[in-house]
């Protein structure tokens, strides 16, 4: 049965460096099995947040709390039930996948089943394998391994496929897909709004030190993203006036095309039923769905300001 209880609390969060704000009293919820997703641009206090909650940081005020547990009286408690992949995980040049995951798991004094770490991350058949041979989607996903070595309740997942190839990116959203299916409350950071899109069930934005939205992926864009864009190409030039006349607004895009904001795909439909029965020309059409990036570049236009102390926002 699913655990009702939330997995991480943030209260009133605010970290300072001097007078540099890097997190501006924020306040969010991670539920008990959920991925969370947690975005923002370089700089915004994303990667403060999560150190605060992972007892790398302590807090200027605020309180923060994991599983149950305020993360300044019960530091070692709490680094006991979680597991963090930081960006960039490394390990020893010349000693294999298993022998790793052998080292870390004698470092945590665990007695992890390494055989269904390696199942788990699908590297049973690199179990072999040196660590400096490996590719770099290899290297995350035994990064993710060594995470979980204590059976952790809790993953945080640094920018976890930040320099993947595409098929890479995809093998490590497998393996995330599986920590979900297994129970695992997923807390993760990254710039990809695909990534966002796909996995997370709650996302939260950070601009500035502050919370500018959180939400499921979905009614983020309904509620955020700007309408749906047609983008007619190489049309006759009356249509231009025709989809005015149908109460759109037509705007010039460059070589004869024309993008045009609709709300639903029925307006799509209509535009170009009107465009046929009229017998007008048009070289082409493309339709664009409001996206998870749409809103992130929507509410974090601003610069930010808060960098300087943040390791990797």
């Known amino acids: 049965m699913p655990n009702s209880e939330p997995a991480i609390v943030v209260d009133k969060l605010c ?14 919820t991670v539920k008990s099995g959920e991925v969370f997703a947690f975005l923002g641009p370089n700089g915004a206090g994303k990667s403060t947040t999560a150190e605060v909650i992972e007892t790398i940081r302590v807090p200027t005020s ?66 072999a394998a040196r660590f400096n041979t490996l ?40 393996v995330l897909k599986g920590l979900k299916g297994r129970g695992k409350t997923v807390f993760l950071t990254t710039h990809y709004m695909e990534e966002a899109e796909l996995l997370a069930d ?15 992926p979905s009614r983020l864009t309904e509620g955020d993203a700007e309408h749906m864009r047609l983008t007619l190409k190489s049309i006759d030039a009356a249509a231009v006036e025709l989809i005015r006349n149908l109460g759109f607004c037509p705007i010039p895009n ?28 048009l070289g082409g059409l493309d339709v664009r769905k409001p996206n998870l990036e749409e809103v992130f570049l929507k509410l974090t236009a601003e610069p930010t300001s808060a960098g300087a102390e943040d390791r990797a926002a």
């Open 254 to 281: 460059g070589d004869d095309n024309i993008c045009v904001p609709v709300k639903t795909p029925d307006d799509v439909r209509r535009i170009l039923e009107e465009i046929q029965r009229r017998g007008l020309e």
């Open 135 to 174: 590719s770099g989607g290899l290297k995350q996903r035994l990064g993710i391994a060594v995470a979980l070595i204590s059976d952790p309740e809790i993953i945080f997942l640094d920018e976890p496929t930040t320099g993947l190839d595409p098929h890479a990116r995809r093998q490590v959203w497998e």
């Open 62 to 127: 605020g309180t923060v709390t994991v599983l149950g547990m305020d993360v300044r009286k019960h530091k070692a408690e709490v680094v006991r039930r979680i597991g963090v992949l930081p960006q960039n995980f490394s390990s020893f040049d010349r000693i294999t996948v298993r022998e790793t995951l052998q080292y870390y798991a004698r470092v945590f004094g665990s007695r992890a089943d390494i055989d269904a770490l390696m199942d788990l991350t699908d590297l049973r058949d690199k179990s």
């Open 15 to 28: 970290k300072h460096y001097g007078a540099l704000r890097a997190v501006d009293d924020i306040s969010f």
């Open 202 to 216: 709650t996302v939260a934005i950070i601009s500035n030190g502050r919370i500018v939205a959180i939400d499921s």
